[in-house]
């Protein structure tokens, strides 16, 4: 199958791989609405924990680090 033949079937194929993805979208199981309010309200929180989490630990190392740098300047 040369370059040509290839660039000729792009429409079927695309055809085919709309279809396909149409029947697979039936299939899906969306969530509730509340599952997906709660889902967002976990993430939500998890993002601002650990964001925390990380401004504390970088303020604490960072300032470790300022210190022992001048300790050890001279």
């Not at 695309?14 to 976990?42: C, D, N, S, Y």
Request: charged share 25%; glycine share 6%; net charge positive.
């Amino acid at each position: 199958m040369g370059a040509i033949d290839t660039v000729r079937s792009w429409p079927r194929r695309i055809g085919e791989f709309l279809k396909e993805t149409r029947l697979e979208m039936r299939r899906v199981t969306w969530p509730e609405q509340q599952q997906v309010r709660a889902t967002t309200v976990v993430v939500i929180v998890t993002v601002f924990f650990f964001g925390f989490y990380l401004l504390l630990a970088d303020t604490v190392f960072g300032n470790l680090i300022d210190l022992l740098f001048s300790r050890f300047r001279g």
